[in-house]
Nanobody, 124 residues
Framework: QVQLVESGGGLVQAGGSLRLSCAAS????????MGWFRQGPGKEREFVAT????????GYPDSVKGRFTISRDNAKNTVNLQMNSLKPEDTAVYYC?????????????????WGQGTQVTVSS
């Protein structure tokens, strides 16, 4: 069992930056692939970033590639999402998720554990 707690959300102007963090419980954090997803108002949950358990392989959709960076520190049981050049369309609740097996995935149904989410609002 893994418990995930996100932090770092808030209100930022377009063009600004935010850094989200996700703290995980448990001693097996290093065996999970991690992902970030978001759900905007009236929208379905969408993939934002993923990172493998140990090799550091990452993946992003075109909508955030070059602006967002996912990273992890297995010693500290944390995964971060650095978001730069934010746009109003990035406004959403951002969720951290853990996937058993260690391989990256962009599919939300392949993740086993989820945090409660943190709100990110980008004003124009």
């Amino acid at each position: 069992q893994v418990q995930l707690v996100e932090s770092g959300g808030g209100l930022v102007q377009a063009g600004g930056s935010l850094r989200l963090s996700c703290a995980a419980s448990g001693r097996t954090f290093g065996s999970y692939a991690m992902g970030w997803f978001r759900q905007g108002p009236g929208k379905e949950r969408e993939f934002v970033a993923t990172i493998s358990s140990r090799s550091g392989i990452t993946g992003y959709p075109d909508s955030v590639k070059g602006r967002f960076t996912i990273s992890r520190d297995n010693a500290k049981n944390t995964v971060n999402l650095q978001m730069n050049s934010l746009k109003p369309e990035d406004t959403a609740v951002y969720y951290c998720a853990a996937r058993i097996g260690g391989r990256t995935s962009s599919r939300s149904d392949e993740y086993n554990y989820w945090g409660q989410g943190t709100q990110v609002t980008v004003s124009s």
